[in-house]
């Protein structure tokens, strides 16, 4: 410990612990965005291009790529809540609304109208997008990125929250010794 003392004590101790108690903490942020940016390149990307698609045979493919995903992962059934279950937290009621709506692409006949499929194509968009304040994004449970494992991510991040508060004290208490 002698490279970390200083004449004024142990302050680079202090210092060092407040670092490594703030490790879970960006750990557990930098894994969250990983995960976030992993589902929408493997499920998300795809929902988002199967609503935005306008024709049927540039739809389905896109819908099954992302069902495929969620099937492989058993994203299929559950809640990605934590202390309580709420609607928009169904994975299972989401996931059927996605396969109904692939049962309906495959449905449609090859000779439908024009009307008929722009019909379908426009349901699956409302189906797949919600309007919110900054425009339309894909729906998807919140916290669907980290599912099946929501809670152990929610007590990884409490945790880490609180001994990154702690390292911000003792940050500060290194930096007045």
Request: hydrophobic share 45%.
């Amino acid at each position: 410990m002698r490279i970390l003392r200083n004449q004024r004590g142990f302050s680079g101790t202090v210092f060092l612990l407040a670092i490594l108690l703030s490790l879970p903490f960006l750990l557990w942020s930098g894994n969250r965005i990983y995960k976030g940016i992993m589902f929408n390149k493997e499920a998300g990307g795809y929902l988002k291009r199967a609503a935005d698609a306008n024709i049927v045979s540039l739809t389905k493919p896109e819908l099954e790529i992302a069902i495929a995903y969620l099937e492989e992962h058993k994203m299929t059934k559950g809640y990605t809540s934590v202390l309580y279950n709420t609607p928009d937290e169904d994975i299972g009621f989401w996931y059927t609304n996605l396969k109904s709506s692939l049962e309906e692409l495959r449905n449609l006949p090859e000779n439908a109208t024009s009307l008929e499929k722009s019909n379908v194509l426009m349901k699956l968009r409302e189906t797949l997008l919600d309007k919110t304040d900054k425009g339309e994004s894909i729906t998807v449970p919140d916290g669907i990125s980290v599912f099946p494992h929501n809670v152990a991510y929610a007590w990884w991040g409490w945790l880490g929250l609180l001994l990154f508060l702690a390292s911000i004290v003792l940050f500060f208490v290194s930096l007045a010794q």
